[in-house]
């Protein structure tokens, strides 16, 4: 089967460090991606990796390891605008391929 | 603004009915998925087209059915309308300059079955 696992909710305060952890389980995988969606928005893509180490886009992060079939989503400097869910999927073949979406994280940033 | 439209943003229907959900993928984008996203199932894949042929199948009832035409549009067809299919329906579209690893989402259809 395939299973992504992920923290249901995180509550982090402004200007904080966060960290969204995410294990796999799929029956392939080519790479994790992480989207936004604000309550009841269309997902907003936020990164990719397709490869183990760290990518960095603004005052995101996102980190792979392959071999530990585990990644994590990294929000610095954090703003009240980033309260939303945050899901982690994974590209399971290279077909230009469907998403297996974890279940979310719903981070809530506190003043 | 994803590019990506969907139509229509809401939907009230009855049990046993049926309905269309339509989508029109961002310019140049090849690639079309349908997700369903209700609250004890988060975000789950139901099928993707690529330049008018089904490529990939995911958890799709058979009492749904979707196509993608000649333009790229593409429209979700739900028969038989359960109170349980009352959901988000999304619809993301990739491809454009053969980049697949972003995919781009409508604004969503919202579909209550009474």
């Known amino acids: 089967g395939q299973s992504l696992e992920q923290p249901s909710e995180v509550t982090a305060v402004e200007g904080a460090i966060v960290q969204i952890n995410c294990t796999y389980q799929t029956s392939g995988f080519y790479g994790l991606s992480w989207y936004q969606q604000h309550d009841g928005g269309a997902p907003t893509f936020l990164s990719y990796n397709a490869l183990d180490g760290l990518e960095e886009t603004g005052r995101f992060s996102s980190f792979l390891s392959r071999s530990d079939s585990y990644g994590y989503l990294l929000l610095q400097e954090l703003q009240m605008k980033d309260s939303a869910s945050y899901f982690c999927?994974?590209?399971?073949?290279?077909?230009?391929?469907?998403?297996?979406f974890g279940q979310g994280t719903e981070l809530s940033v506190k003043p | 603004d994803s590019g990506v439209t969907q139509t229509p943003k809401h939907l009230i229907t009855a049990t046993g009915q049926r309905v269309t959900l339509r989508c029109s993928p961002r310019?140049?984008?090849?690639?079309v998925y349908w997700y369903q996203q209700s609250l004890d199932q988060g975000l789950q894949f139901l099928i993707q087209?690529?330049?008018?042929?089904?490529?990939a199948k995911g958890n799709i009832l058979e009492r749904f059915s979707a196509q993608q035409f000649p333009d790229l549009h593409s429209e979700l067809n739900l028969s038989s309308l359960e109170l349980g299919d009352s959901a988000l329906y999304f619809c993301?579209?990739?491809?454009?300059?053969?980049?697949?690893?972003?995919?781009?989402f409508g604004p969503g259809t919202r579909l209550t079955v009474l």
């Open positions: 999927a994974v590209t399971t073949d290279n077909q230009g391929g469907k998403l297996i």
């Open positions: 310019s140049g984008d090849l690639s």
């Open positions: 993301a579209s990739s491809g454009r300059d053969y980049s697949y690893n972003e995919q781009f």
């Open positions: 087209y690529y330049n008018g042929e089904e490529r």
